[in-house]
Structure formats: structure tokens, C-alpha cells
T-cell receptor, first 115, second 116 residues
Framework: AQSVTQLGSHVSVSEGALVLLRCNYS??????LFWYVQYPNQGLQLLLK??????LVKGINGFEAEFKKSETSFHLTKPSAHMSDAAEYFC?????????????FGTGTQLKVEL | KAGVTQTPRYLIKTRGQQVTLSCSPI?????VSWYQQTPGQGLQFLFE???????NKGNFPGRFSGRQFSNSRSEMNVSTLELGDSALYLC???????????????FGPGTRLLVL
């Protein structure tokens, strides 16, 4: 079984500051990891994903995440926050055996960007 | 390509009624998954359909059911609605190939269901 834990349900940063959203996973098999963003009244949009290969993954809108197996982490970062980044962010995991297309999501982190 | 579309976008029902939600996947995608999103429980997997067959199922009561048609469009049905079924229901599609575990799921805008 797989699970993810997102530390901090709400994160507030100033515009131009570093964004760091934390995600730790638990998986009995090598995981595939995803970060999605959800804007108000919209569905989920994929920011980036880790499957195999390079552990530093670059995504859309300047976001990136690093897969650290030793720390079971997949934290999302962006060097400089923009007002348009305000949204809810979800980390998700999928195992590589069984389970089909089932994604297991974390509880989400609401990002607020202040002037 | 057009994205995942879901209809209707908003729905109000009363307890005891039933409801059917529709999802049209991205052209060429054969896998459709459904998720329920609520403030209390977050995002929870309902089920996945591939080639008209349910491939995976989450931990929801039998009141929740779904199906997929030959054109990959999917519907989900909730019978005997309860207040707790009020939620945003999200549909996601993916190619559904042999490399399914690496595939990206593309989400629709959701159907917001309110049960009174």
C-alpha cells in the first residue's frame, strides 16, 4: 500500500520568496510520485512527476521537485513565488505493481502568496 | 486536443434520489478514473475503467457504481443519495497502456454535487 503525508495544510510566502511544499511518501514498492495543483473551482493540473531516472524533476511554471529515497521525500520548490501561484497543491503516489491507475493523494497544502 | 469534459458542472439533489455524472476523456485515452473530493476526506479514489471493464475499485459502498462505453466515455451513478455524498466528483483520463503506472492522469473540471 502507498500513502503520502503533506506537512502543513497552509503555507504563506511573500511574492518573490522561495516556495517549499513538503511531501513524504510511504510505499512498499518503488513509487511513482506526482504533484498536482488545483485552482479554485477547477480540476487538478499536473505540475510534474517522478517515475524513473533523474531524481530532480522540473515541471511547469518554474516548479521542481527532488526525489530522495533515503528521506522518502518529494518536496516541491519554486525559487520565486508569484501571486498566480496561490492555489492548493497535492502530492500523490502510485505504486508500480497492481493498483492500476489509482492515485493516492495527500491532504493538500493551500499556498498563499502575499505582497 | 480537447481536454477531459464533465457534465453537468453543478447539480443539486435531495436525499434518497439518484444521480448520474458523465465524463468524456481526451481523444485516444482508454482509461477513465473517478475521484471524490470533500473537505473532510480529501481526494479519494472511486474506481477506474479500461476498455469497458472496471479495473480497480476504491473503498466506497455499492451505491456508487460506474460504467464505460465503447467510445471510452464513462458515467458514474450514485443511488439513494446521502448528505455526505455532497462533493466535487473528478474524472481523470489516461492512455491506459502497458506502462500505466507511469502515465499522467488528466483531470476534468469536476461536477459539484450538493445533496440537500
Amino acid at each position: 500500500a502507498q500513502s503520502v503525508t503533506q506537512l502543513g495544510s497552509h503555507v504563506s510566502v511573500s511574492e518573490g520568496a522561495l516556495v517549499l511544499l513538503r511531501c513524504n511518501y510511504s510505499s512498499s514498492v518503488p513509487p511513482y510520485l506526482f504533484w498536482y495543483v488545483q485552482y479554485p473551482n477547477q480540476g487538478l493540473q499536473l505540475l510534474l512527476k517522478y517515475t524513473t531516472g533523474a531524481t530532480l524533476v522540473k515541471g511547469i511554471n518554474g516548479f521542481e521537485a527532488e526525489f530522495k529515497k533515503s528521506e522518502t521525500s518529494f518536496h516541491l520548490t519554486k525559487p520565486s513565488a508569484h501571486m498566480s501561484d496561490a492555489a492548493e497543491y497535492f502530492c500523490a503516489v502510485r505504486g508500480n505493481t497492481g493498483g492500476g491507475n489509482k492515485l493516492t493523494f495527500g491532504t493538500g497544502t493551500q499556498l498563499k502568496v502575499e505582497l | 486536443k480537447a481536454g477531459v469534459t464533465q457534465t453537468p458542472r453543478y447539480l443539486i439533489k435531495t436525499r434518497g434520489q439518484q444521480v448520474t455524472l458523465s465524463c468524456s476523456p481526451i481523444s485516444g485515452h482508454r482509461s477513465v478514473s473517478w475521484y471524490q473530493q470533500t473537505p473532510g476526506q480529501g481526494l479519494q479514489f472511486l474506481f477506474e475503467y479500461f476498455s469497458e471493464t472496471q479495473r480497480n475499485k476504491g473503498n466506497f459502498p455499492g451505491r456508487f457504481s460506474g460504467r464505460q462505453f465503447s467510445n471510452s466515455r464513462s458515467e458514474m451513478n450514485v443511488s439513494t443519495l446521502e448528505l455526505g455524498d455532497s462533493a466535487l466528483y473528478l474524472c481523470a483520463s489516461s492512455l491506459g497502456t502497458s506502462g500505466v503506472y507511469q502515465e499522467t492522469q488528466y483531470f476534468g473540471p469536476g461536477t459539484r454535487l450538493l445533496v440537500l
